[in-house]
């Protein structure tokens, strides 16, 4: 059985990684926010009995389980109703202002050349978009794999398939990758 502390401090490791990753799968960073809290919740609520070492597949199960739940209601929702909000204004006020923002990060101590920002913030956006690209299923194996570190039964598990299947959809997922990213110049 898990304590409350052991159980804390694996949610304090998995948090930023699965968000990530359900913002991967879902492509919305508020959807993703509320998928990976509903992830948590439900693992502290109903598996909080279990052992340490059973948490991180308990955990990216729920996970797979809660982003194809949110597909499923997104479905359902836009053939009803069309979210409207998205035309609105960034801020409360409409008073948002870029350079006030870029202004205060600048000038902090450990802000880096202005070129190098670019430049990496640059390639991150070509790595992420590739792997949006990606299908579902070889986006899912590659980020539980390479992203969360799981081995090749664990994310089988995770994801309901066979290893085999997992071995395939991660080697097709890093060839396209490498493919493509080689094609975009960020790869030698």
């Given at each position: 059985m898990a304590s409350d502390k052991e159980l804390s401090d694996f949610l304090k490791s998995?948090?930023?990684?699965?968000?990530?990753?359900?913002?991967?799968?879902?492509?919305?960073?508020?959807?993703a926010l509320d998928i990976v809290q509903d992830t948590m919740?439900?693992?502290?609520?109903?598996?909080?009995?279990?052992?340490?070492?059973e948490l991180?597949?308990?955990?990216?199960?729920?996970?797979?389980?809660?982003?194809?739940d949110w597909f499923r209601r997104q479905k359902v929702r836009d053939a009803v109703v069309r979210n409207f909000s998205d035309f609105e204004s960034?801020?409360?006020?409409?008073?948002?202002?870029?350079?006030?923002t870029l202004e205060a990060v600048?000038?902090?101590?450990?802000?880096?050349?202005?070129?190098?920002?670019?430049?990496?913030?640059?390639?991150?956006?070509?790595i992420e978009a590739e792997v949006a690209r990606l299908p579902g299923r070889q986006r899912e194996a590659f980020l539980l794999r390479y992203w969360e570190e799981l081995d090749v039964a664990e994310t089988a598990a995770a994801m309901g398939c066979s290893e085999g299947?997992?071995?395939?959809h991660?080697?097709?997922?890093?060839?396209?990758?490498?493919?493509?990213l080689k094609a975009k110049g960020v790869l030698p």
């Open positions: 998995v948090e930023r990684r699965a968000f990530k990753r359900a913002f991967y799968g879902v492509r919305d960073e508020d959807a919740i439900r693992l502290s609520q109903k598996y909080a009995d279990r052992p340490p070492a991180p597949l308990l955990f990216q199960r729920i996970l797979s389980n809660a982003m194809m960034a801020g409360e006020d409409g008073d948002f202002d870029l350079l006030e600048a000038g902090s101590p450990t802000a880096e050349s202005a070129a190098d920002s670019v430049s990496r913030a640059q390639i991150l956006q070509v299947s997992v071995k395939t991660c080697s097709r997922a890093v060839h396209s990758l490498a493919q493509t």
